[in-house]
Every structure is written in C-alpha cells, then in structure tokens.
C-alpha cells in the first residue's frame, strides 16, 4: 500500500463560451464574459474574457466592449479559482 503525497484535484469545469460569470470583491460586483476558450499558443487550455467592474463601468452594460485591452486571458484553473464553477445566465 502506496502513500501519496499529491491532492487529488476537484474535476475541472471548462466555462462556457458565451457564459456570465460573477464575484463579489469589495463590494463592488466584477463580471466576466466568456469570449472563447482555447489551447492557441499555451500548453494548457485557456479562458479569454472580457470583465467588468460595477464601480468602474457602472452597474448596466452598455454594449460589449470591443478593446482589444480589455480582452483578459487566464488558464481554466485561475478562471474557476476567481470565478467559480457557476453561470449567472
């Protein structure tokens, strides 16, 4: 009988492309809009989302933005550790 040393990790939940997801950070609301999630150029799959701060944009979208600076990039892990594995819409 082996000892192991790893954790065995909680299934990862890949975001939906399209997906509403939120999280609360003092007290102010940020939500991220899945773009796309893809392997393009990483060795892992990744999450690229556009977010939005309720304090800094205002509490309404008004229309996706289309700046490319606001276009974020994080590995499925990061994403699910910030935003959790739950859809808003």
Known sequence: MGVSLFKRS???VTPV??????RTIFNTVETAQ????????FPL?????????DMLDGPEPS???LNPAAV????VDSFNRLFGNTRTR
Do not use: K
Not at 34 to 41: F, M, S
Not at 72 to 75: A, K
């Open 63 to 65: 229309g996706r933005r």
């Open 17 to 22: 492309p399209g997906g509403i997801y939120q």
């Open 34 to 41: 899945v773009l796309a999630v893809t392997e393009d150029g």
């Open 10 to 12: 909680e299934p990862t």
């Open 45 to 53: 799959p990744h999450v690229r989302y556009i977010a939005r701060n």
């Open 72 to 75: 974020r990039t994080l590995s």
